[in-house]
């Protein structure tokens, strides 16, 4: 089992070692479940076995159960018994106790190191989804961004996108005729969206320093892979906040990455919590996103893990992609449940020992049906598993707990304090503070000329008053009225010779 991740124990007497192929593990995988049948301690053990195998681990902890990881288990605890017996009886004859290598994260910077993004990295696909846009609405987001790359104007935070909003609304009239119709109304409702994103604290998700995402790719001195945990209870409470940051995060990966074919390893698993989260409402576009990033991603080194309550929570197109799954307990007591059962059991390839529907039905609580990927990526049978115990605490951690990990953290410090550079905000205000000076000013008649003549002055097109006003002049001598000038100039010449 070195070159596996442990699950458990299957087969009649659950003797047979059931694992994760860690060759295997990025083709991606699904653990499903209905509410407590033990979802969040297989997590938890897969956490383990992949920090074990020294491959990085990205998860959100919805319920704060997960930062258990973090702390050894002991056998102090009331079920240290049941663990030592279910350990025996599956064959875990090395198990013990010991801890992982944990960095907590929190986009509101309580419970972790702050992560951030910019809406520039986030762009205007996922910022729309984010903001739950019209398709008119989203064609001015869009409109926004071509104009923050044209014009140099970085959009690093909030304020940033609020701005350029509001410039936008003061020069509609004259975007309206290249861009298309830019209605004050559809600027308005997107204001309206991001006050009530800054309202429940998303505002802290955009700013400086933006999120490394080689600080999520660590190992430890001893080789074992960094589980970086975010803490997502507070998060949850705005679920499209949650599930747009966690689909950036997916994104960012796959652009980032540099190709690696089919490695021995993973070099990161990323596991998304509650992943009906992600699907719930999307527009068929974002779905599409999902699933270039599911197909593609593998090749990244990247294996990503849904967790859900069931797997029609997530898209046929998607479904297809998970090569490793492990289902606990579905309960059928609708019509409509029994359905569903019948759909998840169908998915799987049968064993003949027993009847794949049934068992989805009968098994208990920490017992799961398992089939894992194997060689040439062929779907392993499925099996009845017992899931091993984990060797980290079970449940949550104290306050004092947690600070004192991330004070010890290598991340302690690089987060922490917030930069705030001159952007789309500050550019914006200049201009509109030069422009009231009037042309009187030497600063507002190169940023009146620029505007009218050569478009605005920015660092990035490199352009000065000296070119702005030759613009001018050329302009004005190609126009129409520059050919009646020209004419009249001529004319009188003439006449005079």
Same mark, same amino acid.
């Given at each position: 089992?070195? @070159?596996?991740?442990?699950?458990?124990?299957?087969?009649?007497?659950?003797?047979? @070692?059931?694992?994760?192929?860690? @060759?295997?593990?990025?083709?991606?995988?699904?653990?499903?479940?209905?509410?407590?049948?033990?979802?969040?301690? &297989?997590?938890?053990?897969?956490?383990?076995?992949?920090?074990?195998?020294?491959?990085?681990?990205?998860?959100?902890?919805?319920? /704060?159960?997960?930062?258990?990881?973090?702390?050894? /288990?002991?056998?102090?605890? *009331?079920?240290?018994?049941?663990?030592? $017996?279910?350990?025996?009886?599956?064959?875990?004859?090395?198990?013990?106790?010991?801890?992982?290598?944990?960095?907590?994260?929190?986009?509101?910077?309580?419970?972790?190191?702050?992560?951030?993004?910019?809406?520039?990295?986030?762009?205007?696909?996922?910022?729309?989804?984010?903001?739950?846009?019209?398709?008119?609405?989203?064609?001015?987001?869009?409109?926004?961004?071509?104009?923050?790359? $044209?014009?140099?104007?970085?959009?690093?935070?909030?304020?940033?996108?609020?701005?350029?909003?509001?410039?936008? /609304?003061?020069? #509609?009239?004259?975007?309206?005729?290249?861009?298309?119709?830019?209605?004050?109304?559809?600027?308005?409702?997107?204001?309206?969206?991001?006050?009530?994103?800054?309202?429940?604290?998303?505002?802290?998700?955009?700013?400086?320093?933006?999120?490394?995402?080689?600080?999520?790719?660590?190992?430890?001195?001893?080789?074992?892979?960094?589980?970086?945990?975010?803490?997502?209870?507070?998060?949850?409470?705005?679920?499209?906040?949650?599930?747009?940051?966690?689909?950036?995060?997916?994104?960012?990966?796959?652009?980032?990455?540099?190709?690696?074919?089919?490695?021995?390893?993973?070099?990161?698993?990323?596991?998304?919590?509650?992943?009906?989260?992600?699907?719930?409402?999307?527009?068929?576009?974002?779905?599409?996103?999902?699933?270039?990033?599911?197909?593609?991603?593998?090749?990244?080194?990247?294996?990503?893990?849904?967790?859900?309550?069931?797997?029609?929570?997530?898209?046929?197109?998607?479904? /297809?992609?998970?090569?490793? #799954?492990?289902?606990?307990?579905?309960?059928?007591?609708?019509?409509?449940?029994?359905? @569903?059962?019948?759909?998840?059991?169908?998915?799987?390839?049968?064993?003949?020992?027993?009847?794949?529907?049934?068992?989805?039905?009968?098994?208990?609580?920490?017992?799961?049906?398992?089939?894992?990927?194997?060689?040439?990526?062929?779907?392993?049978?499925?099996?009845?598993?017992?899931?091993?115990?984990?060797?980290?605490?079970?449940?949550?951690?104290?306050?004092?707990?947690?600070?004192?990990?991330?004070?010890?953290?290598?991340?302690?410090?690089?987060?922490? &304090?917030?930069?705030?550079?001159?952007?789309?905000?500050?550019?914006?205000?200049? #201009?509109?503070?030069?422009?009231?000076?009037?042309?009187?000013?030497?600063?507002?008649?190169?940023?009146?000329?620029?505007?009218?003549?050569?478009?605005?002055?920015? $660092?990035?097109?490199?352009?000065?008053?000296?070119?702005?006003?030759?613009?001018?002049?050329? *302009?004005?001598? &190609?126009?129409?009225?520059? *050919?009646?000038?020209?004419?009249?100039?001529?004319?009188?010449?003439?006449?005079?010779?």
């Amino acid at each position: 089992m070195d @070159k596996t991740v442990f699950i458990g124990g299957g087969g009649v007497d659950y003797q047979d @070692k059931q694992g994760l192929t860690l @060759k295997y593990a990025n083709r991606h995988g699904l653990i499903a479940g209905a509410t407590g049948t033990g979802k969040t301690v &297989t997590l938890q053990i897969l956490a383990e076995g992949f920090s074990n195998a020294g491959v990085p681990v990205f998860l959100s902890d919805v319920k /704060g159960d997960l930062a258990g990881l973090a702390r050894s /288990g002991s056998p102090d605890f *009331k079920l240290h018994g049941a663990f030592t $017996e279910r350990a025996a009886r599956i064959g875990f004859d090395d198990y013990g106790y010991h801890a992982c290598p944990v960095t907590f994260w929190d986009m509101f910077a309580e419970q972790g190191h702050p992560v951030r993004t910019t809406p520039a990295d986030m762009g205007p696909l996922l910022l729309s989804r984010l903001l739950d846009l019209s398709e008119a609405q989203e064609g001015i987001i869009n409109i926004a961004f071509r104009l923050a790359d $044209e014009e140099g104007l970085a959009l690093l935070d909030l304020k940033d996108l609020q701005s350029l909003l509001v410039w936008i /609304g003061e020069n #509609r009239a004259e975007l309206s005729l290249r861009y298309g119709n830019v209605s004050t109304a559809s600027i308005g409702a997107i204001q309206r969206r991001l006050l009530v994103l800054e309202n429940q604290g998303g505002a802290q998700l955009f700013g400086e320093p933006a999120l490394d995402i080689a600080d999520l790719m660590r190992v430890d001195a001893e080789g074992r892979g960094m589980v970086n945990i975010l803490a997502a209870d507070r998060l949850m409470q705005a679920p499209e906040l949650y599930a747009t940051f966690l689909l950036w995060l997916m994104s960012e990966l796959f652009e980032e990455l540099p190709e690696v074919g089919d490695p021995d390893k993973p070099k990161l698993v990323f596991f998304f919590d509650e992943a009906h989260l992600l699907f719930d409402g999307a527009p068929k576009v974002l779905v599409d996103k999902i699933e270039q990033v599911a197909r593609l991603i593998r090749s990244k080194g990247v294996g990503i893990y849904f967790i859900t309550q069931h797997p029609a929570d997530i898209p046929e197109t998607i479904l /297809g992609q998970l090569g490793n #799954r492990i289902q606990h307990a579905l309960r059928a007591f609708t019509a409509r449940d029994r359905a @569903k059962l019948v759909q998840a059991a169908r998915t799987y390839r049968d064993n003949p020992r027993f009847s794949t529907e049934a068992a989805i039905r009968e098994v208990g609580v920490g017992e799961a049906v398992t089939s894992m990927l194997q060689a040439k990526g062929v779907p392993g049978m499925v099996e009845r598993t017992l899931i091993r115990p984990p060797s980290s605490q079970l449940g949550p951690i104290t306050p004092d707990q947690r600070r004192a990990v991330m004070k010890a953290s290598a991340m302690a410090g690089k987060y922490d &304090t917030p930069l705030d550079r001159d952007s789309a905000h500050e550019i914006l205000a200049a #201009r509109a503070a030069a422009a009231a000076k009037g042309d009187d000013v030497p600063e507002a008649r190169e940023y009146n000329a620029a505007r009218r003549y050569g478009g605005p002055r920015s $660092e990035a097109r490199g352009e000065s008053f000296g070119s702005a006003m030759a613009g001018m002049v050329m *302009k004005e001598l &190609t126009g129409t009225s520059g *050919k009646r000038m020209v004419r009249g100039i001529l004319g009188s010449l003439f006449k005079g010779r």
